[in-house]
């Protein structure tokens, strides 16, 4: 008998230790507290949900997906320590998104990881932190990244803002870090060039993710003058800057990157700044192919949010494409797959994962938040608004020249 | 300008209000207890869970009145089953019995609420336009915030210079043992003491929760300001708390409306000598100014702006 229960144990350990291997483990690291929670848990859900389709179509190669989410609090020394906790638990692929000071600390840990350990290499795949610099400058082999950077977005806001002559003073106010400063360098220099006549009134930096009342700032857009605010806020910054601007009454057009994120559309609705905000993304769903429009149905019904990251959606399917296609998912197989990848976009037309720096290229959208046409389908955060195309830029022309010179392994 | 101005001071003004609430109770309680309470913006952010928890079930205004008496009572029940204990092998265990007790609540809200921000939202009663001027509007929330925070002041004012109970505490303030020695039961006013500081900071949270943010952070993103005010206003000194929670409040709010740099200032040959600390705005440096004050205060008058005694 104890024999027996011995054996049974050993053939349970064995169990157990081939099922380990039958997970392909995605670390997901991103804020799950403090400021910029809501975004995080929602990026967390989109990416659980990815995963549960796939392996409900079989899995990959036979094998289970598995998204187990690092709680890095937004914070760069955090998120190292998550990323080695992570590899330490079997975790070959890394997935963030949400603040470029912490994109740019993990992609640095990820390629000395990598030099330090050949064979064991681990990818970075990042869906959100569009700082240009990480595919220039310090763009780097083992990172991809499915979200546009910063310049393309504000090289298509600005196009789209270019024929718009109510626009005569701008305020610029963005986070104080590495992205927000390049937000606002890039929106003075094509305003510049493409709006010459247009006067920056107001250019603000204000600390991340730390203020709870922007009711100051507000007062000061208001004594400004400005006519039009142009702002790369996430998280609550965005959704508090439009709440104190809701308060005050603030009447002006918004040209932003993030307000579609948790508790933006509630915030717009309170302004009652009818289609008069403004957002790029990679998608409208209101106008998306009817594909993503059953997916979205599908995820709001589960997860009881929308869909903020179709890039989500393009980075899981890509992921899988990949693993598929090299019959392996050792990350240095994956990675050769994944450069230079053609993929049918999820919000329609073709994307693809530039050779040269990892960076995706797709169609971009600018959609307005208001009222509902007839036969819309989405409406968000349950306000009865929803978002509705403005504008679209076509892949081919959101490509802008990269100074990366990456390092290929051999 | 003028517009600028006038909200830049109403904002700051009801800011400042809101620091009070906090800063009197922790004045108080430090100035007769000598504990530094660390946990302090934790019951304030109980307050706003606890309001909001109470609002969401039977409404904003029984949330009101019910959520500050909780909080007082967990924070009477702190002191006689904690602190007390923990008094007589001194300061030092005190101090870190605080600084433990705000972790373990910052643990419990994310057990039972979550890590993500609550939805507390402002009563539709106080939702809407108090008034406008030159073209903005005023919330009458934040009105309301203000006229509580007011009534609040006249209230503990009342008490402490016209009851007798007030008296008492005035005197085990720089006395304890004389009262003790008059037959007046000083544990007792020190649980009564700990309990109604902790009740305001709970009304604080109660209605900040909605104007603000409710969420786990939020008592460590207000906790250190705290100290920041009752150092400025002098330690155990109210009058003293009041002032430098205004002060604080239209300092930091009127740092966010100011553009200038050092390079403004003195000009640009100065400014292209400091580099990057040339071009630095007031306005992105405003969240720290409080803190150098702190400082300044620190080295140049430790007994801070109305305080009477150095530690």
Not at chain 1, 266 to 277: E, F, M, P, S, Y
Not at chain 2, 45 to 60: D, Q, T, W
Not at chain 2, 111 to 125: C, E, H, I, N, T
């Amino acid at each position: 008998m104890r024999a027996k229960l011995a054996a049974a144990a050993v053939a349970f350990a064995l169990m157990g230790s081939t099922a380990y291997a039958q997970t392909i483990k995605i670390g997901y690291i991103d804020p799950l507290s403090g400021g910029g929670a809501s975004v995080g848990e929602g990026g967390l859900k989109t990416f659980q949900y990815l995963a549960e389709q796939i392996n409900a179509a079989g899995g990959l190669n036979g094998k289970k997906v598995e998204i187990i989410g690092f709680d890095n609090k937004t914070n760069p020394q955090e998120t190292l320590v998550q990323a080695q906790k992570a590899i330490d638990q079997g975790v070959r692929f890394l997935t963030q998104g949400n603040g470029s000071s912490v994109a740019a600390a993990l992609s640095d840990f990820v390629q000395k990881y990598n030099d330090r350990n050949p064979g064991k290499e681990v990818l970075y795949f990042n869906y959100a932190a569009v700082d240009p610099v990480l595919t220039n400058d310090k763009c780097n082999y083992w990172h991809f990244r499915w979200d546009a950077n910063s310049d393309i977005k504000m090289s298509a806001l600005t196009t789209f803002m270019k024929p718009r002559s109510n626009i005569k003073k701008v305020y610029l106010i963005n986070q104080d870090y590495s992205f927000g400063q390049s937000v606002r360098t890039q929106a003075r220099a094509m305003l510049k060039e493409k709006r010459s006549d247009i006067e920056i009134v107001g250019d603000e930096l204000h600390p991340l993710l730390k203020i709870t009342d922007f009711a100051p700032y507000v007062a000061k857009i208001k004594a400004s003058g400005a006519d039009t605010v142009v702002t790369g806020n996430w998280g609550q910054d965005i959704a508090l800057l439009l709440k104190a601007a809701a308060d005050a009454g603030l009447q002006v057009d918004w040209f932003t990157y993030y307000a579609g994120g948790a508790g933006g559309p509630t915030a717009i609705k309170q302004t009652g700044l009818n289609h008069r905000v403004f957002a790029i993304q990679e998608g409208v769903n209101n106008s998306a192919p009817a594909e993503a429009q059953k997916f979205e149905t599908d995820f709001r019904a589960k997860s009881g949010i929308g869909l903020w990251y179709p890039r989500a959606v393009n980075e899981m399917r890509m992921f899988a494409k990949a693993v598929t296609e090299a019959k392996s998912d050792e990350p240095k197989a994956v990675a050769a797959k994944l450069e230079g990848m053609k993929f049918d976009v999820f919000d329609g037309g073709e994307g693809v994962m530039r050779k040269d720096d990892h960076q995706f290229f797709q169609d971009m959208y600018i959609a307005s938040f208001g009222a509902l046409d007839a036969g819309a389908k989405f409406d968000e955060e349950g306000t009865g608004w929803g978002w509705k195309e403005a504008g679209r830029v076509k892949a081919a022309d959101t490509v802008l020249p990269t100074t990366c010179k990456m390092e290929r392994p051999n | 300008m003028l517009e600028l101005i006038t909200f830049s001071t109403l904002n700051g003004v009801l800011y400042g209000m809101l620091l009070f609430m906090m800063a009197s109770g922790l004045t108080l309680i430090f100035s007769m207890m000598g504990v530094l309470n660390f946990a302090h913006a934790s019951f304030y952010m109980l307050g706003a869970y606890f309001g909001f928890e109470i609002s969401r079930r039977i409404g904003f205004w029984p949330g009101f009145f019910i959520a500050p008496l909780v909080v007082g009572a967990i924070g009477a029940v702190v002191e006689r089953y904690g602190l007390r204990q923990v008094h007589r092998f001194g300061h030092v265990p005190e101090l870190l019995f605080t600084f433990g007790l705000a972790f373990v609540i910052e643990e419990l809200v994310q057990m039972f609420w979550g890590k993500l921000p609550a939805d507390y939202r402002v009563p539709p009663s106080l939702d809407f336009i108090a008034f406008r001027l030159f073209d903005t509007t005023y919330p009458a929330y934040r009105m309301f915030m203000f006229l509580t925070a007011v009534a609040m002041f006249v209230f503990l004012l009342a008490i402490l210079t016209r009851t007798r109970v007030g008296l008492i505490i005035q005197a085990s303030l720089t006395h304890p043992n004389m009262v003790a020695m008059l037959g007046h039961d000083v544990p007792k006013i020190f649980m009564l003491v700990f309990g109604v500081g902790a009740a305001l900071a709970g009304l604080a949270g109660v209605i900040a929760g909605p104007a603000l943010v409710t969420q786990p952070s939020m008592a460590a993103l207000l906790g250190p300001i705290l100290f920041v005010v009752i150092v400025v206003g002098g330690l155990g000194s109210l009058s003293g708390a009041f002032v430098a929670s205004i002060l604080i409040g239209l300092v930091q709010t009127f740092a966010v409306a100011i553009n200038a740099s050092l390079t403004d200032v003195f000009g640009p040959s100065v400014g292209a000598a400091l580099g990057d600390l040339g071009t630095v705005t007031v306005a992105q440096i405003a969240p720290i100014i409080p803190y150098v004050l702190l400082v300044l205060i620190l080295i140049f008058r430790p007994t801070g702006l109305f305080g009477t005694r150095e530690s």
